[in-house]
């Protein structure tokens, strides 16, 4: 399924390299959970420390049926350091709904035991 993706590129220039590297990032996080509904990444680059250089903050939210997760990830040096670690922290919070949704996780989750098949002998 195609999600509604949205990248904007903030104080740097949006290169193809850039935007198909997000576009990778967003299917693994797709084939993770297929019914993401939308995504929305903006990389903007910071130029408040002049003695560091510049710095890189990258914000992902993803929609979900029922949820929406952000994730904020600030000052990476490189770019494509600050899209792995949000992208990474996006797929943990994705992991984790997806898990929550199972319909066998609530008892799972309770400690619960799944019943036993009854045998021959009752």
């Known amino acids: 399924m195609q999600i509604a993706l ?4 903030r104080d740097m ?8 590297h ?14 993401l509904m939308a995504c929305r990444v903006v990389v903007e680059r910071q130029d408040r420390h002049k003695q560091q250089g510049s ?15 952000v994730v904020n990830r600030k000052l990476a040096e490189d770019p494509y350091v ?9 797929k943990r919070q994705l992991e984790e709904f997806a898990r929550e949704r199972r319909p066998d996780a609530k008892s799972r989750r ?9 045998t021959e002998d009752e």
Request: proline share 7%; charged share 30%.
């Open 22 to 35: 997000i576009r990778d990032k967003v299917a693994k996080l797709e084939h993770i959970y297929p019914r």
């Open 110 to 118: 309770a400690g619960a035991k799944p019943a036993k098949e009854p």
């Open 82 to 90: 600050a899209l792995r670690d949000a992208f990474d922290a996006a």
């Open 6 to 9: 949205q990248i904007t590129v």
């Open 55 to 69: 710095q890189f903050s990258v914000r992902i939210d993803l929609t979900l049926p029922g949820k929406e997760i």
């Open 13 to 20: 220039e949006h290169s193809d390299v850039l935007d198909q």
